[in-house]
């Protein structure tokens, strides 16, 4: 379990320790820093061990979070509780940065009482939390509330209170994907997979009971099976397959062993439904086609073709093209067609920025690099140019196929409630060799 | 002139740790000074010589003086400009420092580099930078000569900061012929940090620096030797090694260059001391030891306390010249010399380097020099005495430093009794002195001093000063030292006073020097013991107290005294019975018991509180506690007592045939086990009675201890002077050193050899007469004794070659070990030297056999009748370790330890047996590791036939009687040769005497002739022989007749002695 919580800012300077176990004593937060964070060389493992003790981090921004423990954990689990905890720092105050940690340290010795107990992580629900740890002070509350925030964070459905009411019931749902990719020159897929999130953000009156479907490739299978020809059909092939998915503490998993049908009653305001991960089957948004060629010691010619690959009716936004430029660059020269390019120095690539770009279109950009002749012989290693974008549709496929809510006891019906569908595709690690 | 600040601020301010762990702060001190206060020559000389010295990787270091220049550029210029006298500035073509060259650009990116935020931001911001000055580079238009030394500045920077730079060298070295001191001083920076030795540039910079040697410009000049001293590579030293003594000598040189020329010289000698050759020169550099200037004195001395070392004699004129520099510094008033008084202390860093030079060479032997000197050290140690001038730690450190370096000194000439009893008195004030450094320094130097006969006393009266420093001191280093002094001091009288004090402080003393304290512990008490039950409680006690320090040796040690001194025995016996009775008694403490009841139980047997019974079963209540060595151990002492009380003898077969010993796992205890029982239950008690007998006497053997506390040490660390020592009090114990005897163990153990287990921890030897091939005439037994490695015995039996065929070798142990890889290869031809290395030891018995760069060979070695010795010490001289170091005979031997670390010596015994006469030396192959490269070497042993020698005393008319009994042809040789050396009577008394004849006075009728008899003695037989030496000093020629009852033993002592004269 762990041992100890530590937060840093960038220099190494501790903001938070919060011990929670003997074993880790004061030098804990020294050997990480000296370790990890002062490092010679950069620590790109999460995980590191420190004379038998291991250090779980990320970092956001600047600011590092570091669980310590001495004992042989989940590391998974760990890593959970600390990305559970950025939300949760977020939900509270925003942008995780040193100024905000700092001004906001009461409350975060607060919700680490709160949110981890001897080590072992607890409710960390926003929602919930925020019943109960407020930053408004003293505001006292009656003996009624006080019973009912009890009865329900100790109760079986933790994360929503009764007796909830809205004018309009309205339901947002988002599937947010983003695709990774890593492509030869040739144009061979290497590797890609898209990895997804279904966020919801929910205001419905009382206890509502929602159901989800998706076009999950083994319910429509089953669909199909049970004789409902027609709707096998329509799907066809777009049913797809997923790997492997996690669900919010809301859905019933028992259910979905068993029907794989996704069905909760959903927590109060926003929060993540599902994650998911696909790897058959990505509609790839953008084929990127490189061309280098060295003239000579002193020069480099490059042209990259852009190629979009959805209906012509989307477009693409915020697309950016990072075209990397050897270290003993010395001059370089951009013509794009479209969009906008720029030689950046300080991260040594050329960034071609294109704002809008419709489906099925292509554009290129050529540039000519002028070198400086240098003492090592150290061939350029020629990094993979990389591709941020964004796209209105979901890159593996995913549909949702319905969100039915039940609410028996109150007098609303699914038709009722207003929903709200909308997918957003970006790039995660999205490369092409040249 | 920098390596000594740091060295003499190391000495004072370093807390008593080795040096160098204060360097960094005490560098970047300096180097603010040498930036900020540039004024004196001295600092000057500092800043070459130091950036000389600093390894590439001290980035930051550098980083802080970059930064310091700008940060003190006003400063900076100024001292630049005071670089040129103010007669030259006129002439020099050095424009006055401009407004332009504060290089904002540089400061700018320095102070961006500040503010980042993050490493990342740092990446990014460096980058950018680096574009820059690429595109700047590019070649399209020219940049003017303030641009491209900004640019090579930051580029310098970045490097430094630890980002790899690939391009710029060019510019760097364009920079290099610019006319403008910055310009060219950043070149040389740039170059002399970031230029590797195998760069292409290499040419171009060194044409570079060819033309600022030869400008006249003495800055430029200056500059150009900071670059080759601080490149310092091979190239460098190939192109100007001939060039820069020139420049130094040269009599129109100005002083600031000779002071850069000097060190740079010396810099290129440590790196390549093969190409800067000695020549003429090298008697003019003694002369700039007069030199007006102090900072070129300063500068020379440094370079010629070097070159004396390697060669002292080319340089013995320098001793009388530093004796008048000193006396000059010493002698005059503070004022008299400027610049270059420190604190009130005239000169200190020269003064210092004076005295260390003259610790090089023995006392002059003029005498109004000598004089001189002692004078000077008198002034010395009165100026100790005088009150403070200024309370300032400066002043009292740079006093310090002096003083301290003349004690070396008057402890290096050791002949002064007068100068060592005030030195030792004025460290005595130091022992109580505030500073630790000063008491732990004071410390130090009364070790050695403690060594000298003529202030051993005056030491000895510190005694309880020094016992206070072992118990208050708070600084573990100087209890350290107050250790070793005590160790130092102690004799006779005072032996037992100090070792109570040092068991005492052995229960509280720091982990780390236990084992060595009670080395010391156990040496002294073995040293100076009168009494000898006296010396058995110490070494018990000592058990006691730090059982788990206690190493082998040291309980070997107590049982080869106890039972080669009848009358401790009893004594002994009835402590370690007592010693036994407390609950819980350390393993090494039952090895004892064990070993002494087994042996002398019977002595204290009378008392019914220690009867037989009780005494077994006290023994036998430890030994399931206890290893399987000390087991087997207990076990043999089970069967002793059944030899000395046969009243226990039902009982211990109880033991013996129970279970756990009988059908023990370990196959040495069942072994022991099951023989002992048989041996019990089969032999008659007469049988028992000499089987079991009473162990012999030990053989006389230094102390294995010894050697133990020397390995552990260091070889410098106990001196030979020391070893003499313990030798002679070894002798005056009456022969209590007597070491271990293969037969004596193999009575003993009536098992068969043990592997895992003697009594003794010598192994037993099957005698392998029978296995080899040819038994030959000259047995060399060798058997561990070196303390150095009871196990692993690894040998490497090779075919007998030609020479070796009438060489028995008995080695010992276990033969079917395999022979480690490294020795496979075929063993080297012996060197062609060693012939002369053979001739060399005909008439002594110690010296250095060989010695190169990496490996000293001494030998020590001592023959009695047809019997001798051989202690042969291999000393690694470099600092790295050498792996896998075998020793092979051409005969068998027993392998030394297989590393050696830097600077350690370790040692190999070898014991020989003369069988017959013979003619070849046995070859000695050594192969070892150094770094990656394998050496191999061979070597003859230097065993000739005269070192069986037995003198044979004769009156005139038998030794003629003899001489004419041996008529016939083949037993006389005869040789007429010419002297190779000066024909000293009593030099060649010395070498017939170390020949191992005796000197026959009186006898031959011509007294300038010699007559030697003596007999060589052999296993098989004994072979007379007489010698007649006859010089002739006006033709320089010899006559040498032999005669002995062999006409091989004739030939060979001929053909041996024939190059001795």
């Known amino acids: ?434 | 002139m920098a390596g000594t600040e740091v060295q003499l601020a190391n000495r004072i301010t370093s807390n008593g740790l080795e040096a160098g762990h204060l360097g960094r702060k005490r560098q970047s001190e300096l180097s603010a000074r040498s930036v900020t206060s540039s004024v004196r020559d001295t600092d000057r000389t500092k800043t070459t010589a130091f950036s000389s010295f600093i390894p590439k990787h001290s980035r930051c270091y550098i980083i802080c003086v970059l930064y310091e220049r700008l940060k003190f550029k006003t400063k900076f210029a100024a001292s630049v400009s005071e670089f040129v006298r103010p007669e030259e500035k006129n002439s020099a073509n050095m424009p006055a420092v401009s407004k332009g060259d504060g290089m904002r650009g540089l400061a700018v990116f320095i102070s961006d580099i500040r503010n980042c935020k993050s490493k990342e931001a740092e990446i990014k911001r460096i980058n950018k930078e680096l574009a820059n000055i690429r595109s700047k580079f590019k070649g399209d238009k020219a940049l003017d000569g303030y641009s491209k030394k900004k640019y090579v500045c930051k580029l310098l920077f970045i490097f430094l900061l630890g980002h790899d730079i690939d391009f710029g060298h060019m510019e760097a070295v364009n920079l290099l012929s610019s006319n403008k001191y910055t310009e060219k001083q950043i070149g040389y920076l740039f170059i002399s940090v970031l230029v590797n030795s195998n760069s292409e540039l290499i040419r171009l910079i060194n044409n570079a620096i060819k033309n600022d040697l030869s400008s006249r410009n003495p800055t430029f000049m200056c500059l150009a030797l900071h670059c080759i001293a601080n490149v310092g590579s091979r190239e460098m030293a190939e192109a100007f090694a001939g060039e820069i003594p020139r420049i130094l000598v040269a009599g129109d040189t100005m002083d600031s260059v000779k002071q850069s020329a000097a060190l740079c010289l010396l810099r290129l000698y440590k790196t390549s001391p093969d190409l800067v050759l000695m020549g003429e020169w090298t008697s003019r550099v003694v002369h700039l030891l007069n030199d007006q200037h102090m900072g070129v004195v300063t500068a020379a001395i440094s370079l010629i306390t070097c070159l004396s070392q390697k060669n002292p004699d080319e340089f013995k004129t320098c001793v009388s010249l530093a004796v008048s520099r000193l006396s000059r510094i010493v002698s005059s008033a503070s004022t008299d010399l400027q610049d270059y008084t420190y604190y009130f202390v005239p000169a200190p860093w020269l003064s210092c380097k004076l005295l260390r030079l003259l610790q090089c060479y023995p006392p002059p032997e003029d005498g109004a020099v000598k004089g001189r000197l002692v004078e000077c050290l008198e002034t010395i140690l009165n100026k100790a005495q005088e009150p403070p001038k200024s309370k300032k730690v400066q002043h009292s450190n740079a006093k310090n430093a002096i003083l301290f370096e003349a004690i070396s000194l008057i402890i290096h000439y050791d002949s002064e009794p007068n100068l060592l009893v005030r030195a030792c008195n004025q460290l005595g004030q130091f022992l109580q002195h505030r500073e630790t450094n000063l008491r732990y320094l004071a410390l130090e130097s009364m070790c050695t001093l403690a060594s000298s006969e003529f202030s051993h006393e005056a030491v000895k009266t510190h005694i309880e000063t020094v016992i206070n420093a072992l118990k208050t001191e708070r600084d573990v280093s100087v209890r350290q030292r107050a250790a070793d002094l005590l160790y130092a001091m102690c004799d006779r009288s005072n032996a037992k006073q100090i070792v109570a004090e040092m068991l005492s402080y052995l229960e509280t003393a720091d982990y780390s020097i236990r084992e060595e304290m009670v080395l010391k512990v156990a040496i002294l008490a073995e040293k100076y013991a009168v009494d000898y039950s006296w010396y058995v409680d110490t070494i018990l006690n000592l058990i006691r107290i730090a059982g788990d320090y206690v190493s082998e040796e040291v309980w070997y040690r107590v049982i080869q005294i106890v039972i080669n001194r009848d009358d401790v025995q009893g004594y002994a016996a009835k402590t370690v019975f007592e010693a036994l009775q407390a609950p819980a008694c350390h393993e090494n403490m039952v090895k004892v018991g064990g070993y002494i009841l087994g042996e002398f139980g019977n002595l204290i047997a009378g008392d019914p509180r220690s009867s037989p019974l009780v005494q077994f079963n006290l023994l036998h209540s430890k030994f399931h506690l206890c290893s399987v060595p000390t087991r087997a151990l207990l076990l043999s002492a089970y069967i002793k007592f059944i030899n000395l009380f046969p009243e226990t003898k039902s009982t211990i077969q109880e033991v013996l045939r129970s279970d756990s010993q009988i059908r023990n796992s370990d196959v040495e205890l069942q072994q022991r086990a099951v023989e002992y029982l048989k041996l019990s239950s089969i032999a008659s008690t007469d049988v028992l009675a000499t089987v079991l007998e009473e162990m012999p006497p030990f053989p006389e053997r230094e102390s294995s201890i010894l050697a133990k506390l020397k390995k552990k040490k260091g070889p410098g660390a106990v001196s030979v002077n020391e070893l003499e020592e313990g030798k002679r009090e070894g002798e005056l114990n009456g022969g209590g050193e007597r070491g271990g005897d293969n037969s004596g163990i193999a009575a003993s153990n009536a098992s068969t050899p043990s592997p895992s287990a003697d009594l003794l921890g010598l192994r037993t030897v099957p005698p392998v007469t029978a296995a080899a091939p040819s038994a030959g005439s000259l047995l060399v037994d060798v058997f561990s004794e070196a303390g150095v490695n009871d196990d692993g015995f690894l040998r490497d039996l090779e075919p007998p070659t030609e020479s070796s065929d009438s060489l028995l070798a008995e080695g010992s142990g276990d033969s079917d070990s395999a022979p480690p890889s490294a020795v496979s290869e075929d063993p080297a031809p012996p060197l062609p030297e060693s012939n002369e290395l053979l001739n060399k030891f005909v008439c002594k018995n110690n010296g250095v056999l060989f010695e190169n760069q990496l490996l000293q060979i001494g030998i020590k070695s001592e023959y009695r009748q047809n019997l001798g010795r051989m202690y042969l010490f291999y000393g690694n001289k470099t600092s790295v370790q050498f792996v896998t170091f075998t020793t092979t005979l051409n005969v068998q031997t027993k392998t030394v330890e297989p590393l050696i670390e830097g600077g350690a010596q370790v040692q190999q015994v070898i014991n020989i047996e003369c069988l017959t006469d013979f003619l070849d030396a046995p070859l000695l192959n050594i192969k070892f590791r150094y770094g990656g490269a394998l050496q191999n070497l061979t070597l003859k042993l230097p065993v000739t036939i005269n070192k069986f020698f037995q003198p044979t005393e004769m009156a005139s008319h038998d030794f003629f009687q003899r001489w004419k009994q041996l008529s016939q042809p083949q037993q006389e040789a005869q040789k007429i040769f010419k002297a190779n050396h000066a024909m000293d009577t009593e030099v060649l008394k010395a070498k017939l005497l170390g020949l191992g004849m005796a000197l026959l006075e009186n006898v031959d009728p011509n007294p300038e002739n010699f007559v030697c008899a003596g007999v060589i003695q052999t296993k098989a037989q004994q072979v007379g022989s007489l010698l007649r030496l006859e010089p002739n000093a006006q033709a320089q020629m010899y006559r040498l007749t032999l005669r002995s009852s062999k006409d091989t033993v004739s030939q060979r002592l001929c053909e041996l002695l024939a190059e001795q004269f």
């Open chain 1, 1 to 434: 379990m762990i041992g100890g919580l530590f937060i840093y800012n960038h220099k190494g300077e501790v903001l938070i320790s919060r011990v929670y176990r003997d074993d880790i004593g004061r030098n804990a937060v020294d050997a990480f820093r000296v370790n990890v964070i002062h490092a010679r060389q950069q620590v790109r493992s999460p995980v590191t061990n420190i004379a038998r003790t291991s250090f779980f981090h990320v970092k956001r921004s600047n600011i590092w979070l570091a669980a310590v423990t001495k004992q042989n954990v989940n590391a998974a689990m760990v890593f959970e509780f600390l990305y559970k905890m950025c939300d949760v720092m977020t939900a509270y105050f925003g942008k995780i940065s040193e100024e905000n940690i700092k001004n906001n340290f009461v409350l975060i010795y607060e919700l680490l009482d709160e949110i981890l107990d001897f080590g072992y992580p607890q409710n960390s629900e926003t929602g919930a939390l925020k019943t109960f740890i407020t930053q408004q002070g003293i505001k006292s509350q009656t003996k009624e509330e006080q019973s009912q925030i009890t009865s329900q964070v100790t109760g079986q459905i933790g994360w929503r209170r009764e007796g909830i009411k809205y004018r309009r019931n309205e339901l947002f749902l988002d599937v947010l994907e983003s695709v990774n990719l890593l492509m030869s020159p040739q144009g061979q897929v290497l590797s890609a997979h898209v990895s997804g999130r279904v966020v919801m953000k929910s205001y419905l009156s009382g206890m509502p009971e929602c159901k989800f479907g998706m076009n999950d490739k083994i319910v429509i299978d089953k669909q199909g099976k049970g004789g409902t020809t027609d709707d096998t059909a329509k799907s066809g092939k777009q049913s797809i397959a997923i790997d492997d998915c996690t669900f919010h503490q809301c859905v019933r998993l028992s259910k979905f062993d068993s029907e794989r049908s996704i069905s909760f009653i959903p927590p109060d305001g926003e929060y993540e439904l599902m994650r998911y991960r696909t790897t058959k089957d990505i509609i790839l948004p953008f084929r990127v086609i490189p061309l280098v060629r060295e003239v000579g010691r002193t020069k480099l010619e490059v042209k990259v073709v852009i190629k979009s690959n959805f209906k012509p009716s989307l477009l693409a936004q915020k697309i950016e093209v990072r075209i990397p430029t050897p270290l003993n660059t010395s001059g370089v020269q951009v013509i794009c067609m479209k969009g906008k390019a720029k030689y950046k120095a300080s991260e040594n690539a050329i960034v071609w920025k294109i704002k809008r770009m419709a489906g099925m279109k292509e554009s290129q950009i050529s540039a000519e690099i002028e070198l400086l002749p240098t003492n090592d012989k150290k061939k350029w290693a020629r990094p993979p140019i990389s591709m941020n974008f964004e796209v209105p549709f979901a890159p593996s496929g995913l549909k949702v196929r319905y969100l039915k809510v039940f609410e028996p006891k109150l007098n609303y019906s699914d038709h009722d409630v207003i929903k709200w569908v909308r997918y957003i595709g970006r790039s995660g690690i999205y490369e092409t060799r040249c």
